[in-house]
Structures are given as structure tokens and as C-alpha cells.
């Protein structure tokens, strides 16, 4: 009589949003301040005072509920969820029960298996919770109220997801379109980004010819994609064996819900309760602030500035030409995608479509952007949100430069660097006038570069002689010796022929 079991997986994430300030007071939002010290009445819970809701926070997460295909209802409304925890000082936290600001969306995952369509049951926004850290020895916790009254977005999905691996690709897609649109940083070490997968397996059906499920178990704050993948596979194994073993007695009609934690470690989930039941939290309408109606106007307005998201620029790279991996790695960042547009239309607007094959024009977006902007970005010189437009539009000049033999690769990169220099001196300066005010521009005058080489055969009989009698790295140093007897400004290709017809090939 077994059926086929048919894993039936929905994920709850939460989200801290990327702004500066709490939900509902002024306090900062750090992750490297002194415990207990970015906190004040309102996220403290002391009796009297009023929340004042934070617009930006808001603002993202309807951003973020578009991004998701949701419909934004015309009123949603803010509840109190009450538990009694010494990480939550008032006793309830804010958040949004029956009416959240988004409903009914999706999100399109790429799995091996091809395109899913994981449907979005809700977005809402609610406040974080402190953070409890339990004592190694002895028998007691301290507490930090720093991420109490963070902004906390939550996105829980259909039990659309049907196996470990299409879970972790669901939060990975959805990890992607959060920091892609600057909704959230989703760095997982900093608890920035949190999954809960709800998993049980469908057994069948019941007479009435509905479908029957193993117990529900929600495996709690999962902070990396490899335990996301590596804690679902642990408990769809564990549920089939449990129902095998008594299936009379294994379904959810009968255990409810269960909450389970998970030790990375030892690759284990265990039991932590069952699951609260809504009338458990005792939910109420938050009377301190107003209901969240927003304007039509507003809404359209947000939905009309949203940018091309991640799944519609990757079919765009791939019909480019670029190789899905590099396409990828070029969306893991929303500044690197937008540097790369501007970056590529630049250079296709000097030397016409097509002149240089896509290969070429990332190759060099690669050496440029991973070697030099790079460098600069881990030597904090320059930062990301400083490479806009301007900037991709000025290093694709620059290229050009070196491309088209008016400066070579080694003044290229002098050149680089002083274009940041000017920019962090508020004078930018672009490549073109930087060669010609310093009279960089590269020489291909053959006689001029003749004497140059003489000079450094001249001046270096020693390497000569052993180059002759058969010391061929000696060649390098001659050819260091011309450059520099150039200042750096001659062609290395017309130097490297002369110098190799001077010594007899
Ligand atoms: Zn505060």
C-alpha cells in the first residue's frame, strides 16, 4: 500500500533590510558595536513609549514583494505577536498576521531539472528579536539587545519545493534578487539572511480524495545554503523512515506541527517543540501605529523604477554570447552587472558592434576590472558604490587607449591609478587628458626606438654577450633596460623586434 512519498517543502526567510536605521525607532543598525549599546526606550520596551515606522524599510519591501510577482493590497496592517522571551523585552514583537503588504507571487528558480515556478504565499515586515548567547560554562545567558527592532523581512513560499537541492536553490535565487536590488545584504554569517524549510511528505489520499501528509516539522534558522540542502535531506530521510515504520500513526491529521533544530556539526536535526499553534501568540491588532494603505500612485511608481531583475539580464548576457557561469558571476552583484553594461557598450561605441568578439571585450573587462579595480577596491582606494557609470565609462576609455596602441599596457595601469587619484581629489580627470597632460602617449617612431635599444645594448655588453652565448633570459633584462631608457613610452612590440634583429635573432 505505499505511495509514492512526495516531499512537500515550503521555506520561510528572513531578511534583515539594508537600512541604517531600526523599524520603528532612530537606533542604528551595526553588527561590530559594543553589546547593548545601539538600544533606547522604544527597542528597549520600556512602558509609554510610541514606534515610529521607518519609510525605507517599507519602501524595500514592497520593492522586494514586486520583485516577487506579488499583489500589494490596498491595506495591511500591523499585529502584536506575543511570546515571552528574554531576547524580546516588551513581551511582543511587531509583525504582520492576517494582512501582510504582499500576496499570491512567485519566484522562478533554475534547477537542474529545468525552470520551477515556487509560489509566494506572503511577504511581510515585522522587527528582529535580541540576540541570547548561552555561557560555555556555567548555567546561564547574557543577552544582547543590538538587533532587537531591526527591520525583518519575511518571504514564505508555497509547499511549492520538492527535494534538498531545489530548496537551496530557491534560497540562493532568492538571496540573489534581495541583495541585486539593494533590499538586503543577505550576508549569512551576520544572521542577515536566515531559512526555514517546513517539510513533510505527502503520503497519498485521504477518502475524501484529499492529499495526506507525514507531521510538519520547521527546522529553525538555517545560516548557510549547505545546511539549507544538507538539514532538508536529513529530514525527508528521517520522516520516510518514521512513516514506513508506523504509518498508521505518522500523519500530520494526527502529530501536528513540530519545530527542529539542527546541528551542522554531527548532521542531525532534533527536536526543539511542537510548533505553536497562531492562538498560542495570541495575535492582536498593534494599536500604536496606523494601518499601511498605500497610494496606487506610489505602488505603480516603484513597480515602474524596478531595474531589469537578475533571471531577465542572464537570458540577456547569454545572448551576448557569454557562457552562463560567466554570466552568473557577473549578476552575483548588481555594481559588477551595471559596471559591465556600461563597460561593454562603451567599447562596442568606439570600435563599432562586432569589431571586438564578446570574448575579447570581457577578457579585458577581466584584466581590468579584476586585476586593477580589484586591487583598488581590497586597497579600499576606491569602493563599490563608486563604480558607477562614469567610472565604467572612463576605464573603458582607457582600454581603448591600450587597445589601440596609443599607450602600452604598463602606462595603461600608471594611467589607473592616478584616474583614481583625480577622482578621490574631486578632480576627475579622464585617461585621454591624463596621457596627453603628462605626455604619456605611447612611441612607435622606429628610428627613436632604434636609438633606445642601442643605448640599452650599449650600456649592458655583459647580458649581451650572455644572450649570444645562449642565455636567453637575458633577453628580458635587455628589453627591461630599452623601456626604461624610453621612460616606459615605447611600443614593447616594435622594441622586442628591433632588439631581436639587432642581436641576430
Ligand atoms: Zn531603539
Known amino acids: ?81 506575543h511570546y515571552y522571551y528574554p531576547d524580546l523585552p516588551k513581551n511582543y514583537q511587531i509583525s504582520q498576521y492576517d494582512q501582510p503588504l504582499g500576496i499570491n507571487g512567485y519566484l522562478d528558480v533554475e534547477t537542474p531539472a529545468g525552470t520551477r515556478r515556487i509560489g509566494i504565499t506572503r511577504v511581510h515586515l515585522e522587527e528582529d528579536a535580541g540576540k541570547l548567547m548561552h555561557a560555555e560554562h556555567g548555567n546561564y545567558s547574557i543577552v544582547d539587545l543590538n538587533r532587537t527592532g531591526t527591520p525583518l523581512l519575511e518571504v514564505v513560499s508555497e509547499p511549492d ?44 489520499a485521504g477518502p475524501d480524495g484529499k492529499p495526506l501528509y507525514t507531521p510538519i516539522s520547521e527546522l529553525k534558522n ?71 494603505v498605500p497610494e496606487r500612485a506610489w505602488v505603480e511608481e516603484l513597480r515602474k523604477n524596478l531595474p531589469e531583475l537578475p533571471r531577465a539580464r542572464r537570458e540577456r548576457y547569454i545572448k551576448m554570447g557569454l ?33 571586438w568578439p564578446i570574448k575579447r571585450v570581457l577578457e579585458l573587462a577581466n584584466n ?25 565609462k572612463q576605464l573603458a576609455d582607457l582600454v581603448v587607449l591600450v587597445e589601440t ?23 576627475p ?9 603628462e605626455n604619456l602617449a605611447q612611441t612607435s617612431d622606429s628610428s627613436a626606438i632604434e636609438a633606445f635599444v642601442d643605448q640599452a645594448l650599449a650600456a649592458n655588453a655583459k647580458a649581451v654577450e650572455d644572450y649570444r652565448g645562449g642565455k636567453k633570459a637575458s633577453f628580458g633584462r635587455l628589453m627591461g633596460e630599452a623601456m626604461k631608457a624610453s621612460g616606459g613610452k615605447a611600443n614593447p612590440q616594435l622594441v622586442k623586434e628591433i632588439l631581436l634583429k639587432k642581436l641576430g635573432g
Open 405 to 427: 596602441g596609443v599607450i602600452n599596457r604598463n602606462t595603461g595601469a600608471e594611467v589607473f591609478n592616478k584616474m583614481i587619484k583625480a577622482k578621490l581629489d574631486l578632480n
Open 323 to 355: 557562457s552562463e557561469e560567466t554570466a552568473d558571476m557577473l549578476l552575483a552583484e548588481a555594481f559588477v552587472a551595471n559596471f559591465w553594461d556600461v563597460f561593454h557598450e562603451t567599447l562596442e561605441h568606439h570600435q563599432g558592434a562586432g569589431k
Open 161 to 204: 519545493v520538492r527535494g534538498a537541492e531545489e530548496a537551496r536553490l530557491y534560497a540562493e535565487t532568492l538571496r540573489q534578487l534581495a541583495v541585486y536590488l539593494g533590499i538586503s545584504y543577505c550576508n549569512m554569517q551576520l544572521g542577515q539572511m536566515r531559512c526555514e524549510p517546513n517539510v513533510s511528505l505527502r503520503i497519498g
Open 222 to 292: 538555517l545560516n548557510s545554503f549547505r545546511s539549507v540542502e544538507r538539514a532538508v535531506t536529513f529530514e525527508i530521510a528521517r520522516h520516510r523512515q518514521e512513516y514506513l515504520a508506523d504509518p498508521g500513526n505518522y500523519t500530520l491529521a494526527k502529530q501536528g506541527k513540530s519545530t527542529r533544530g539542527w546541528r551542522d556539526d554531527e548532521g542531525i536535526s532534533f527536536l526543539q517543540r511542537s510548533k505553536e499553534e497562531a492562538h498560542d501568540y495570541r495575535y492582536l491588532p498593534e494599536p500604536d501605529l496606523v494601518p499601511f
Open 1 to 81: 500500500m505505499t505511495a509514492e512519498l512526495v516531499p512537500t517543502i515550503g521555506l520561510e526567510v528572513h531578511m534583515h533590510l539594508a537600512t541604517r536605521s531600526k523599524m520603528f525607532c532612530g537606533c542604528r543598525v551595526a553588527y561590530d558595536a559594543r553589546p547593548n549599546s545601539l538600544v533606547c526606550p522604544v527597542c528597549l520596551g520600556m512602558p509609554g513609549v510610541l514606534p515610529v515606522m521607518n519609510k525605507l524599510a517599507v519602501e524595500l519591501s514592497v520593492r522586494m514583494a514586486l520583485a516577487l510577482n506579488c499583489t500589494i493590497p490596498d491595506f495591511a496592517k500591523w499585529d502584536r505577536k
Open 368 to 392: 581590468w576590472t579584476l586585476q586593477d579595480v580589484r586591487r583598488a577596491l581590497n586597497e579600499k582606494t576606491i569602493d563599490a558604490p563608486s563604480l558607477h557609470a562614469e567610472f565604467a
Open 429 to 437: 580627470k579622464s585617461a585621454a587628458e591624463i596621457v596627453k597632460e
